[in-house]
């Protein structure tokens, strides 16, 4: 969806690198939803985030929405290869079922 | 595992064929949300029912159309299928219709039509 920019399209990085993907709203959102997808298979919710400046962390992974409400980041730590999927954002923005972002395909490399 | 069934996992068939994409929600979870990803397009919003009741519709053509039944289940019939319906179909439940609740995802229905 245009109204949600998701960036980048695609990621390489090496075993224990830190990587970030930005996920960008034309609107302010109501909340913002982060998933990872392993290839043609089911979307795996990661975190959501509601609150302007909010950010919550699971294990080696961090998401921030900014305080407009209109920018969210993932951020991975020394990334592992269990880590490498698509990771995708979904957002609230006022209507019955969320508006999701392109993905972002990760690949680790050990 | 997300709690939400879908069958088949995967399906092929012949253009201008019907078939029929079945959704169990988790228990307890009042609303489906039926989703189309495919490689152009990405993750595309078809239709909500809750509680049995259409409650939004999305991107969803006319020759689809879907019901949740008063087990909560939910089907997706998708008719006069064309080559380029050719994508995975996700369905996902949550407990409420409104908004700000997690969407659990299935594992999804490789629909692939020749």
């Known amino acids: 969806s245009q109204e949600l920019e998701q960036s980048p399209q695609s990621l390489i990085v090496q075993e224990g690198k830190n990587l970030t993907i930005n996920c960008t709203s034309s609107k302010t959102l109501y909340g913002l939803y982060w998933y990872k997808q392993k290839y043609g298979e089911g979307l795996i919710f990661l975190m959501m985030l509601q609150k302007g400046g909010e950010e919550k962390s699971h294990e080696k992974i961090t998401a921030k929405l900014d305080e407009k409400k209109q920018q969210s980041s993932l951020h991975i730590t020394a990334s592992q290869p269990s880590h490498a999927g698509i990771y995708l954002c979904?957002?609230?923005?006022?209507?019955?079922?969320?508006?999701f972002g392109s993905g972002t395909r990760l690949q680790v490399q050990p | 595992d997300s709690g939400v069934t879908q069958t088949p996992k995967h399906l092929i068939t012949a253009t201008g064929q019907r078939v029929t994409l079945r959704c169990s929600p988790r228990s307890g979870d009042l609303s489906v949300y039926w989703y189309q990803q495919s490689l152009d397009q990405g993750l595309q919003f078809l239709i909500q029912?809750?509680?049995?009741?259409?409650?939004a519709k999305g991107n969803i053509l006319e020759r689809f159309s879907a019901q949740q039944f008063p087990d909560l289940h939910s089907e997706l019939n998708l008719s006069s299928l064309e080559l380029g319906d050719s994508a995975l179909y996700f369905c996902?439940?949550?407990?409420?219709?409104?908004?700000?609740?997690?969407?659990?995802f299935g594992q999804g229905t490789r629909l692939t039509v020749v």
């Open positions: 996902a439940s949550s407990p409420l219709g409104g908004r700000n609740t997690e969407a659990f």
């Open positions: 029912y809750y509680n049995g009741e259409e409650r």
């Open positions: 979904g957002a609230d923005m006022g209507r019955r079922a969320l508006t």
